[in-house]
Structures are given as structure tokens and as C-alpha cells.
């Protein structure tokens, strides 16, 4: 399971209790590493405390530079910039430390493909820290790390699995092992669990020692050559220091190339909590169209096919004083491109249009889902910056190995009329009411289709990606 603190349901349960007791509460809410005990003072000033607005932390994370925060994806993919907040050098949660520094996020990174792996993430401070950041690990580096080796993780989690009274205000701090890869490999794969190349595993054999709920995002690092080198992120594990079930961290040599994308600009923001997803709220949500155009686009490949486009249309009001000029236009996101761009650094007329088109090429990767952003910069006093997202499901990918069925279209709704998707026969059969065919099997129809048409919402197509998933680890922290 997951080793995130959800301050969300902190903030419910403070709203129906007493001040006093919401306090005793949260000091109950302040977990700590299991198996270690309280890091010396003013050692770590690059570890970071993710927190809500009301200043509640549920996540560890570190400053990898001035203005970067590295953490873990699964502790802010239901989380927005706005709504939270990093405090760095944070020693002792229940007062300000000397020198600690608290910063506004703008912006939060997502990794494209994160689900059962890429469990990364970056947070785009609002202004430059003076801390100094850690070092983060590279491929070379981690080739000349042998298993055994001594490592450390930091954090503010549990001191027993489950046990939310074993509370600690400071920050704890336990030495582990680098696991053997290949064993973790193997004692994860008995539960199913795939341990890949993008993670790194850390414990005891006989376990005691391990990071644990709360420490989620923070560092697993070592201590080289006089210097600090972080090599992994707090992600999950089969409960907390477990026998033969080590902790398991994201491998950050995996991600230099990534990160250096993100920070670049060419990774697509992450938009915060999507409408019917998530908590089931989205107050930062536009779901309204602006200058015509749409808070989102859906642009689906049928199998078969290696590219799908369609054509957006910006409208400047004939209400609108003086001329509507887009200064520039971003796209980001793999297998996304503009082209008959009519637009861009055009001069449209209140009452005029112009036009372009978005088409989404099936990368070599052949990925099932693919996500991407597209940014209007204008002239127009109340849209400056308008923001469409852009999301891609390609058929092919959704295979009988995946056990998709037109079931699954008929439980998202999305039967209209426009596209055809290639999917397995009913599992209840249209031929036979006991679901099997004709000849009493239950073998795929291969002439079965299902008839899906026009935008499909961004919900649905997540739907899409994730049912073929539904049996996915279920020992997540």
C-alpha cells in the first residue's frame, strides 16, 4: 500500500470535532519511521514536508534545486498547485524551526505513465528557495552501489504498522539495506506485484526496519564521499517492515532524462482533481469553454488506424472592443501536434474566427493512454492563458489479453455514434441467455463492435485505462 497521509479527510474530521479534540487528534496523525529514531538537528535542510493549506502534512519529498521538489506521484495526483504547500528544512511539526522555509507551489509534474510504476513527481516552487538541494543519483552511480550497501530514509510516517497513537513530532531517520533486486523481484512476485527497473528496493531480510504511511515521497539516500546522494522515493510495500518484503522505492536514475523534460517545460502540468474522479470535486476546474474552445479534447484511434485529428475553432466576440491576437501557442505530450495553425500570431476580428488542428500520431511505444496540454497565450484581458488538455486512447492497445469487452463500453455510457471500436463479445452473450454462443463457447466474437462516437470525456477514457487494471497490487501504502 501507498505511505501517504490524506489530509483531506483530516480537514472533514476536524469540521464535526471540537477545537481541542481535533488537536489531540492530529498529534495522533504525525507518524514516524518504523525501526529508527530522531534525525540530528539541522542535518537534512533539503528534506521537505508536503502539506495542505491548513499546514497538515501527508507527504514527504526533497529539493533536488532551487526551485524543484521532488516527491512521489501517487501523494499529489488527487492534489492541485494551489492547494498545497512545502515546507523545507522542516525538523519538528509541531513548531516553526529555526531556518525552515515555507513556499507556495505553481505547479505540479506528473510522470505521463505513472500507475503500478513511475511513481515520480515534481513541484514548481512559486519562488526560489535558499536551501541547498540534494544530489540526485545517476545511472553510473547506481551501477557501482552493491546490494547491502548502507542507505538511509527519512520522514515523519509510522513507528508501528497501523498503529496511529505511535505519534512523533521530529523528524526519524532509520538505516537500511540496499536489497538484492533480483530477490525483491521474486518475493514480490508471489503477490503478484511486478518490482521493475524503475525501482529500487531497501530493508532487512528479517524486516524491522522500514519507512511506512506518511513517509510517502520522501528520500532513500546515501552518504558518499562526504555528500548525500538520493537514489530513491518513498513508494510502497507489502505493510511496513515486513520480512522478506522490503520497502520500495522509485529509482531515481531511471527519471535524469525526464526531469530534465519537466523542468524544461516539455511535460504537461498536472490540472489537480478531475471532475468524477478522485475526492469527486474539482473547485479549480474549468469546465467551461473559452473563446470557443474546449476545456479538454478526447481523440480516440481505432484499431487500425495511426493517427486521429480534429479541428478547434478560437472566436473573438462580436461584443468584443479591438482584435484578438495569440501571441503564441504551446503543445506538449508525446504523439500530440499542431498543424494548419491559423491562429498563431494571427489577428482575428471581433466576430471572426480562426481555425488549427490537433492530431494525436500513435508513438512507437504503442501506449494505450497518452496525455498533453495545449497553451494559448493572448491578448484578451480576461484569458491571457487558455489551457486545453488533451487526452489520446488508442484502440490497439486494448487487445483479448487485456479482457476489454463492449461490456465495459456499455458500463461508461459512451455509446454514440461516430467511431467503432473492436472489443470481445457481451460476457453475457447477445446469442444465447446462459452467455455463451451458439456452439456453447465463450470465445471472442471477432466480428463484435460497439458504435462509440463523438468527444470522449477525459473520465471515461481514464475509466478505459484503469478497468483492465482492476486486479492491480492491492498492497499499496
Same mark, same amino acid.
Given at each position: 500500500?501507498?505511505?501517504?497521509?490524506?489530509?483531506?479527510? $483530516?480537514?472533514?474530521?476536524?469540521?464535526?470535532?471540537?477545537?481541542?479534540?481535533?488537536?489531540?487528534?492530529?498529534?495522533?496523525?504525525?507518524?514516524?519511521?518504523?525501526?529508527?529514531?530522531?534525525?540530528?538537528?539541522?542535518?537534512?535542510?533539503?528534506?521537505? !514536508?508536503?502539506?495542505?493549506?491548513? *499546514?497538515?502534512?501527508?507527504?514527504?519529498?526533497?529539493?533536488?534545486?532551487?526551485?524543484?521538489?521532488?516527491?512521489?506521484?501517487?501523494?499529489?495526483?488527487?492534489?492541485?498547485?494551489?492547494?498545497?504547500?512545502?515546507?523545507?528544512?522542516?525538523?519538528?511539526?509541531?513548531?516553526?524551526?529555526?531556518?525552515?522555509?515555507?513556499?507556495?507551489?505553481?505547479?505540479?509534474?506528473?510522470?505521463?505513465? +505513472?500507475?503500478?510504476?513511475?511513481?515520480?513527481?515534481?513541484?514548481?516552487? !512559486?519562488?526560489?528557495?535558499?536551501?541547498?538541494?540534494?544530489?540526485?543519483?545517476?545511472?553510473?552511480? #547506481?551501477?557501482?552501489?552493491?546490494?547491502?550497501?548502507?542507505?538511509?530514509?527519512?520522514?515523519?510516517?509510522?513507528?508501528?504498522?497501523?498503529?496511529?497513537? !505511535?505519534?512523533?513530532?521530529?523528524?526519524?531517520?532509520?538505516?537500511?539495506?540496499?536489497?538484492?533486486?533480483?530477490?525483491?523481484?521474486?518475493?514480490?512476485?508471489?503477490?503478484?506485484?511486478?518490482?521493475?527497473?524503475?525501482?529500487?528496493?531497501?530493508?532487512?531480510?528479517?524486516? *524491522?526496519?522500514?519507512?511506512?504511511?506518511?513517509?510517502? *515521497?520522501?528520500?532513500?539516500?546515501?552518504?558518499?564521499?562526504?555528500?548525500?546522494?538520493?537514489?530513491?522515493?518513498?513508494?510502497?510495500?507489502?505493510?511496513?517492515?515486513?520480512?522478506?518484503?522490503?520497502?520500495? +522505492?522509485?529509482?531515481?536514475?531511471?527519471?535524469?532524462?525526464?526531469?530534465?523534460?519537466?523542468?524544461?517545460?516539455?511535460? /504537461?502540468?498536472?490540472?489537480?482533481?478531475?471532475?468524477?474522479?478522485?475526492?469527486?470535486?474539482?473547485?479549480?476546474?474549468?469546465?467551461?469553454?473559452?473563446?470557443?474552445? /474546449?476545456?479538454?479534447?478526447?481523440?480516440?484511434?481505432?484499431?487500425?488506424?495511426?493517427?486521429?485529428?480534429?479541428?478547434?475553432?478560437?472566436?473573438?466576440?462580436?461584443?468584443?472592443?479591438?482584435?484578438?491576437?495569440?501571441?503564441? #501557442?504551446?503543445?506538449?505530450?508525446?504523439?500530440?501536434?499542431?498543424?494548419?495553425?491559423?491562429?498563431?500570431?494571427?489577428?482575428?476580428?471581433?466576430?471572426?474566427?480562426?481555425?488549427?488542428?490537433?492530431?494525436?500520431?500513435?508513438?512507437?511505444?504503442?501506449?494505450?493512454?497518452?496525455?498533453?496540454?495545449?497553451?494559448?497565450?493572448? %491578448?484578451?484581458?480576461?484569458?491571457?492563458?487558455?489551457?486545453?488538455?488533451?487526452?489520446?486512447? %488508442?484502440?490497439?492497445?486494448?487487445?483479448?489479453?487485456?479482457?476489454?469487452?463492449?461490456?465495459?463500453?456499455?458500463?461508461?455510457?459512451?455509446?454514440?455514434?461516430?467511431?467503432?471500436?473492436?472489443?470481445?463479445?457481451?460476457?453475457?452473450?447477445? %446469442?444465447?441467455?446462459?452467455?455463451?454462443?451458439?456452439?456453447?463457447?465463450?470465445?471472442?466474437?471477432?466480428?463484435?463492435?460497439?458504435?462509440?462516437?463523438?468527444?470522449?470525456?477525459?473520465?471515461?477514457?481514464?475509466?478505459?485505462?484503469?478497468? /483492465? $487494471?482492476?486486479?492491480?497490487?492491492?498492497?499499496?501504502?
Amino acid at each position: 500500500m501507498k505511505k501517504t497521509l490524506l489530509f483531506g479527510a $483530516l480537514a472533514l474530521a476536524q469540521a464535526s470535532i471540537p477545537a481541542q479534540a481535533a488537536d489531540t487528534w492530529l498529534n495522533a496523525r504525525e507518524h514516524r519511521i518504523i525501526g529508527g529514531g530522531a534525525a540530528p538537528t539541522a542535518t537534512y535542510p533539503w528534506m521537505v !514536508s508536503v502539506k495542505g493549506k491548513d *499546514g497538515g502534512h501527508f507527504c514527504g519529498a526533497s529539493l533536488i534545486d532551487t526551485q524543484w521538489v521532488l516527491t512521489a506521484a501517487h501523494c499529489v495526483e488527487e492534489e492541485s498547485a494551489a492547494g498545497i504547500q512545502v515546507t523545507i528544512a522542516e525538523y519538528d511539526q509541531s513548531k516553526a524551526d529555526d531556518g525552515e522555509q515555507t513556499l507556495d507551489v505553481s505547479a505540479i509534474y506528473l510522470h505521463q505513465q +505513472y500507475g503500478d510504476d513511475h511513481d515520480i513527481a515534481l513541484l514548481k516552487l !512559486s519562488t526560489v528557495s535558499d536551501k541547498t538541494p540534494v544530489a540526485l543519483a545517476d545511472s553510473t552511480f #547506481m551501477a557501482n552501489l552493491a546490494s547491502g550497501a548502507e542507505l538511509t530514509t527519512i520522514g515523519w510516517g509510522l513507528t508501528k504498522d497501523g498503529d496511529n497513537s !505511535s505519534a512523533a513530532t521530529v523528524l526519524q531517520q532509520v538505516n537500511v539495506p540496499l536489497y538484492d533486486q533480483a530477490q525483491c523481484k521474486t518475493n514480490y512476485g508471489t503477490l503478484n506485484i511486478a518490482i521493475t527497473d524503475n525501482m529500487v528496493c531497501a530493508g532487512l531480510e528479517a524486516g *524491522g526496519k522500514d519507512s511506512c504511511q506518511g513517509d510517502s *515521497g520522501g528520500p532513500l539516500f546515501v552518504r558518499s564521499g562526504g555528500s548525500m546522494v538520493q537514489l530513491g522515493i518513498t513508494s510502497f510495500g507489502e505493510a511496513c517492515a515486513k520480512a522478506k518484503f522490503p520497502g520500495v +522505492y522509485t529509482r531515481v536514475a531511471a527519471y535524469s532524462d525526464w526531469i530534465i523534460k519537466a523542468k524544461n517545460g516539455e511535460v /504537461p502540468a498536472h490540472q489537480g482533481p478531475k471532475p468524477g474522479g478522485g475526492n469527486g470535486s474539482c473547485d479549480d476546474c474549468n469546465e467551461e469553454a473559452v473563446l470557443g474552445l /474546449p476545456p479538454y479534447l478526447d481523440l480516440y484511434l481505432a484499431a487500425g488506424e495511426t493517427q486521429a485529428t480534429d479541428t478547434l475553432t478560437l472566436t473573438n466576440p462580436a461584443t468584443a472592443s479591438a482584435n484578438l491576437m495569440v501571441s503564441e #501557442m504551446t503543445l506538449v505530450g508525446d504523439g500530440f501536434t499542431l498543424s494548419d495553425n491559423g491562429c498563431e500570431n494571427q489577428a482575428v476580428e471581433p466576430g471572426k474566427d480562426c481555425r488549427f488542428k490537433v492530431t494525436y500520431k500513435n508513438p512507437a511505444s504503442n501506449a494505450t493512454y497518452a496525455e498533453g496540454e495545449l497553451t494559448l497565450a493572448t %491578448n484578451h484581458s480576461q484569458h491571457s492563458r487558455i489551457v486545453v488538455e488533451l487526452f489520446a486512447l %488508442n484502440g490497439d492497445a486494448f487487445d483479448e489479453g487485456d479482457g476489454v469487452t463492449c461490456a465495459i463500453f456499455d458500463d461508461l455510457n459512451i455509446r454514440q455514434q461516430g467511431l467503432t471500436l473492436d472489443c470481445e463479445d457481451q460476457p453475457d452473450g447477445d %446469442n444465447n441467455s446462459d452467455g455463451s454462443d451458439a456452439d456453447g463457447s465463450d470465445e471472442k466474437d471477432p466480428d463484435a463492435t460497439i458504435t462509440v462516437a463523438g468527444a470522449l470525456n477525459p473520465w471515461m477514457l481514464l475509466g478505459l485505462m484503469l478497468l /483492465p $487494471l482492476a486486479g492491480r497490487r492491492n498492497a499499496q501504502y
